[in-house]
């Protein structure tokens, strides 16, 4: 016994058995044949049907004993598997032209199952009879059925392109197919062309197929990927559904979907339009009703009054099946083999396959009329000598006897001899005679013209365009999908998918930042702000949720963040920290927070400058970004620089009067034109702001010569500055003075800050007797409030009032200018 066991790695095996596995699902189930578009069990189904004279020209028949046919002769599979493949060919909502018609529920475009097949009933479609014509006459291969009972064909002769009229999908081992339908009549006009001009142009093979045509209809987006598609097999075009607006009473209005993408479910495409509405996504839906009937598929989309209908129309395009991608993936099997292939070769081939249809039934036909040629001479013979001939019959004991006798005597075939014996006696009369001249001529014509076909190969190439001709012409269809040349781009203002509100946004020394509502901020007060111990607020500004903010760190880098995605937090509540929003890295920390309205604004741009004397300044726009998940480099430092300045600034009309302040902790300030400095990118460095020698900038500010500066000092000192006090210099110098200097208890500069006429005026007829305090703070985060009306102005060698004392309250290391609130 041992000696008939075989030793096989396991890998050996599985390696054998997934290849028979793969070679069968490749070429007997998941992908179709070039020459017809079938895959094998929609290839038995039509034949099947077709052998059983279940035909367009007879009743209905229960649905279950196609499939029972089918199971039993030819495919011994499932029977929902058969049965979900004769529905599918029925459905005209999933093929161009159905193979099948059938009586009952067969499933709807909702994704409805179709009733059980003992309650439906089908036969093949008028067009199926095109796909099976001339089967009888060999024109195709047959091979044995899957128990050698009976034969089936390889392939169908199909008279016209299946493939690409009803396009295929499928999935097998390492393939998968993906071709869409089109239209009949085009694909018919491009096969007569291509019949004489096989290396058509895919510029040309355009001009007859347009694209896609897809049993819903809908808009097919993009003339680059149908032209790739035609060219190499892979393509992707957009499929978008067609819509109107119908205007409503009370200037309201009502989105009208009627067309939706192939293959989309409408009953799920629905249900996720609704969602968008109850989860408030977008602004503007009402309501969504589906109302489709009988007339066809209508969706409705109310929309509110004044709301952005083509705005809402963009969100739906891009969060739902209202608009797809379809992808090209024409994989089929050509010589028995799977292969990506391009338009031009899948038409070549069925050119091909259709030559060799007419040339092998041409062969049949001219065998059949042959053979009646050869019967016809040996009647009209025997009618020749019809007296002997019926006395040699009379004389004979049998028929057998009568047909040796004819064939010796007068040399007549075994055929003709059969012929003549069973020859009834009413057509031995004159017009027998006659019909039988008369069809030995038909016949001779007949037999030159299949002579013809078989041995020319013009002859043979004006047969099938007439039969293609006959074809396109007993089969109108309509294009139902629209053909845009370009694929239009999406875009979704904020205005649509958030809701405008006014809110405060405020962040902290120590990085702790929230979005309070304006309610929260006016009915709290500013001392029951929870903070840690030592933090402030430094940051305290008016938003709303469709601006954006940018956040501006230390090491040269800067945050994205939709005010809208900030945290909602009670103005009394500490808010959230940075860090937990976006990754920082080791002693990095905010310095600037911006809000930004419109990126695009091609007038608004940024300055920025560091701690070791280098600016610079860059475009707003080239801030703008989607990566909201890490900070990202806005200036290239030097290893011990640190950025210390970011400002937001608008050059449309004053950019020839606007200067950049520049103040060092020795209290030296230089003013300079702006436009000494370039525009340049986020990358790069900067160039030279202030000659510091062993000094270090505090302060950079864009300013006006008819702006004032508030100058705080670290002993507690403040003053007031007019800009237009200071000389206007050049870039990159030491500058000159704004503090007197002192030997034994020098004063160093803190902060400048600068006071515009808004600043100082807005208030006056305020009803809310608002004004803005100047904040000096220590070390420990405590500060010292004073109102701006209160400080006085100095000239330039001066050091300013004592607001604190040093001694008392510590060292000053900040100055904000805030709203007092009352």
């Not at 093979?205 to 097999?233: C, H, N, W």
């Not at 034994?744 to 902060?751: R, S």
Request: glycine share 4%; proline share 3%; with cysteine.
């Amino acid at each position: 016994m041992s000696n008939n066991v075989e030793h096989i790695s396991l890998e050996d095996v599985l390696g054998d058995r997934f290849g028979r596995y793969s070679k069968y699902i490749i070429q007997d189930r998941a992908l179709p044949d070039v020459r017809d578009g079938l895959k094998p069990v929609q290839r038995r189904i039509l034949y099947a049907m077709h052998q059983e004279g279940n035909t367009a020209d007879k009743p209905f028949r229960k649905s279950a004993k196609a499939v029972g046919n089918v199971i039993g002769n030819y495919h011994p599979h499932g029977d929902i598997s058969v049965y979900d493949a004769m529905v599918r060919l029925g459905q005209d909502w999933k093929v161009r032209i159905p193979l099948v018609e059938m009586h009952g529920n067969k499933g709807s475009v909702d994704g409805d199952p179709p009733a059980a097949m003992r309650y439906t009933e089908a036969r093949l479609s008028k067009v199926s009879s095109e796909l099976l014509r001339d089967i009888e006459k060999e024109t195709v291969e047959f091979v044995n059925n899957f128990d050698d009972t009976i034969m089936e064909p390889t392939v169908l002769p199909s008279r016209f392109p299946n493939i690409v009229v009803n396009g295929a999908t499928g999935i097998s081992a390492g393939y998968a197919t993906n071709i869409p339908p089109h239209n009949l009549n085009e694909v018919i006009q491009a096969v007569i062309h291509m019949i004489d001009k096989p290396n058509i142009t895919t510029d040309k093979l355009i001009q007859y197929i347009k694209g896609p045509d897809f049993p819903t209809g809908g808009i097919v987006q993009g003339l680059d990927g149908i032209r790739s598609a035609y060219e190499t097999g892979k393509g992707k075009v957009v499929l978008r559904s067609k819509t109107e607006v119908e205007s409503l009473r009370g200037n309201k209005s009502q989105i009208v979907i009627h067309e939706i993408p192939y293959e989309v479910n409408k009953s799920n495409l629905v249900k996720k339009i609704d969602e968008i509405r109850v989860d408030k996504k977008v602004d503007g839906i009402v309501e969504v009703r589906d109302e489709s009937d009988r007339q066809g598929l209508r969706v409705v989309i109310e929309i509110k009054k004044d709301s952005d209908i083509n705005g809402i129309l963009n969100y739906l395009y891009k969060h739902t099946d209202l608009q797809v991608n379809y992808h090209y993936n024409m994989v089929a099997i050509h010589n028995r083999r799977p292969e990506l292939m391009s338009m031009k070769d899948i038409l070549n081939a069925y050119i091909r396959h259709q030559k060799e249809i007419i040339f092998k039934r041409s062969v049949y036909e001219l065998s059949q009329k042959e053979k009646r040629m050869h019967i016809v001479e040996g009647l009209m013979k025997a009618l020749s000598i019809l007296d002997e001939v019926i006395e040699l019959i009379r004389s004979s004991k049998d028929k057998k006897e009568a047909k040796q006798k004819l064939q010796k005597k007068y040399e007549f075939s075994e055929a003709q001899a059969e012929a003549i014996v069973t020859l009834q006696l009413y057509r031995l009369t004159n017009t027998d005679i006659t019909l039988l001249q008369d069809e030995h001529k038909s016949l001779n014509m007949e037999i030159d013209r299949l002579n013809s076909i078989i041995n020319h190969e013009e002859i043979l190439k004006s047969v099938l365009k007439d039969e293609l001709k006959a074809v396109n012409k007993s089969i109108k269809i309509d294009r139902q999908s629209i053909i845009e040349e370009e694929i239009e781009e999406i875009k979704i203002s904020k205005e649509i998918t958030i809701p405008k509100e006014d809110t405060i946004v405020s962040m902290t020394r120590d990085g702790f930042i929230k979005r309070t509502t304006k309610r929260s901020y006016s009915s709290t007060d500013d001392d029951a702000v929870d903070l840690k111990p030592g933090d402030y607020i430094t940051h305290t500004i008016e938003a709303n949720t469709q601006q954006n903010i940018l956040l501006f760190t230390n090491k040269g880098h800067y945050i994205y963040i939709p005010v809208h995605e900030l945290p909602d937090i009670k103005w009394k509540d500490i808010g959230t920290h940075i860090s937990q929003i976006v990754q920082l890295k080791q002693n990095e920390f905010i310095i600037e927070l911006l809000i930004v309205d419109n990126f695009k604004d091609s007038h608004l741009e940024i300055v920025l400058a560091t701690q070791h004397g280098m600016i610079k300044r860059s475009t707003l726009e080239s801030f703008n970004t989607t990566r909201k998940s890490r900070t990202i480099q806005c200036m290239n430092l030097k290893t011990d620089d640190t950025l210390q300045f970011v400002q937001k600034i608008s050059t449309h009309s004053d950019n020839d009067q606007q200067y950049i302040l520049s103040v060092s902790k020795h209290g030296f300030s230089l003013l300079y034109r702006i436009d000494e400095l370039s525009v340049i990118g986020l990358k790069a460095a900067g160039v030279k702001n202030m000659n510091l020698h062993e000094d270090e900038i505090r302060s950079v500010e864009v300013v006006q010569l008819n702006d004032e500066i508030l100058v705080a000092t670290h002993r507690g000192a403040v003053k007031k500055m007019k800009v237009e006090l200071l000389e206007v210099q050049k870039r990159a110098l030491k500058g000159q003075r704004i503090l007197k200097p002192l030997k034994l208890t020098p004063h160093y500069i803190v902060k400048v800050k600068r006071i515009n006429d808004d600043l100082n005026h807005k208030k006056e007829n305020d009803a809310l007797n608002d004004e803005f305090i100047a904040q000096l703070i220590n070390e420990d985060g405590e500060f010292f409030e004073i109102s701006l009306n209160e400080i006085r102005y100095y000239d330039k060698y001066t050091n300013g009032t004592f607001i604190v004392d040093e001694s008392d309250f510590g060292s000053i290391v900040n100055i904000l200018i805030q709203e007092e609130r009352v």
